[in-house]
Each structure stands twice: as structure tokens, then as C-alpha cells.
């Protein structure tokens, strides 16, 4: 009865999550700098972070939210300021004698709760996301919609969000890969920094509309 509109659902779902953003950008990261773990961790912390959304959307909270500047502006300040310390935090990286790059990407330095939760902040405080979840279950999904049905929505955008970037953190691990990154140096991990300041700027933008 509600195939139609999961799939709707998932198509819209799928457009959004395959455009490169602030999750994109940290699964990456983390990916090639800690190795398929982290990147894995990372993938999962971004999947919890949808059923913040999810739940939000559910209980009517995103569109008190949504029209609210004062909120609204919190909670993407917040989210500019965490990706502009992990960006900032990058473009300062130095350049690594050969022995110890060799070793951080074989072994890796970073804990998977450590990697969890940065994914979880990334994404569960994006307000892009918020608008784009309050949209989605204002707009496309029908209000008359059980809420079960709903729920089971937002559980399979948080699972297909998550199996997404783990496809992302699983081909950006990838000894050869990671090999071409680390050749670049020091200079991989302030592109990337460049990259998140720059998103993050975008995202301290942003607008209610």
C-alpha cells in the first residue's frame, strides 16, 4: 500500500546522500587517514545521525525548529564551528618523516568510537539535513501516513545511509589508494582541511528559506 511512496522516499533519499557534502568529505578523511576501520565507524556514527533527524522529524520538533531563527542559527553555528576546527585543525598538518607515515597507515591512530562520533556530529548537526528531513516527511510523505510506517522510513534511510558510506569508507581504504593519498603527504590532510573550512563557511551561509 505504501510502496509507492517508499520508493519516492528512497529515490529522493539517494539523490541527496550520493551529493558530496560534510559526511562525504569526513568518511573520506577518515578513511585515508586512519584506514577501513575508522572509515567504517565514521559511516556508522553518519547513520546514527540520521535517526536524530528522523526522530526530531517524527515528533514535530524539525519544524519548530525550522521556523525558528534563533534555533535554527544555533544549531548551524554549531555545526559550521565543529567542521571549521576539524578543517583548521588539518590545514595545519606537517609534513611526517617516512618511517611514521609508513607506520600510521598500516596500523592507524584512531579509536572507532572516536570515529563514531565524529560522524555522528556531522551529520546530526548539519541543519541542511534538518531542512532536507523536514521537507521530506512534511512534503513528500503523506501526513496521513501511520507512524510506524513513517518510522520504518526513517529506519531504512538510516541503514542505507550508513551501508552508502561504508561503500565510500571500503573503496577510500584501499591499500592502493591510501598509497596515492600518502604520497601526497601532509599535503592530502590540508586539502582536505581546505575542503571542510570551505563547507563549513558554505554552511555558516546558510539561510532559512
Not at 24 to 41: H, Q
Not at 123 to 144: R, Y
Not at 146 to 163: C, D, E, M, R, S
Not at 187 to 193: E, S, V
Amino acid at each position: 500500500m505504501y510502496w509507492s511512496e517508499f520508493l519516492t522516499v528512497a529515490l529522493i533519499h539517494l539523490l541527496a546522500v550520493a551529493s558530496p557534502g560534510p559526511d562525504f568529505a569526513i568518511v573520506v578523511r577518515e578513511s585515508v587517514g586512519y584506514g577501513r576501520r575508522a572509515g567504517l565507524f565514521t559511516a556508522f556514527g553518519v547513520g546514527a545521525g540520521i535517526l536524530v533527524h528522523v526522530t526530531y522529524s517524527l515528533l514535530g520538533i524539525g519544524l519548530i525548529v525550522s521556523q525558528s531563527i534563533v534555533l535554527f542559527n544555533a544549531l548551524k553555528w554549531l555545526a559550521a564551528a565543529y567542521l571549521l576546527y576539524i578543517g583548521f585543525k588539518a590545514l595545519r598538518a606537517r609534513p611526517a618523516d617516512p618511517a611514521s607515515a609508513e607506520l600510521s597507515l598500516s596500523t592507524g591512530e584512531r579509536s572507532g568510537r572516536g570515529a563514531f562520533v565524529t560522524g555522528f556530529i556531522t551529520n546530526g548537526l548539519n541543519p541542511k539535513a534538518t531542512l532536507f528531513f523536514l521537507s521530506l516527511f512534511t512534503v513528500v510523505i503523506n501526513p496521513h501516513t501511520p507512524v510506524p510506517v513513517q518510522a520504518g522510513y526513517g529506519i531504512y534511510l538510516a541503514f542505507a545511509t550508513a551501508f552508502w558510506f561504508c561503500l565510500v569508507a571500503w573503496l577510500f581504504s584501499q591499500q592502493r589508494v591510501r598509497a596515492g593519498f600518502a604520497r601526497m603527504g601532509h599535503w592530502f590532510d590540508r586539502m582536505m582541511g581546505a575542503v571542510l573550512v570551505g563547507i563549513g563557511v558554505k554552511l555558516a551561509l546558510t539561510e532559512m528559506r
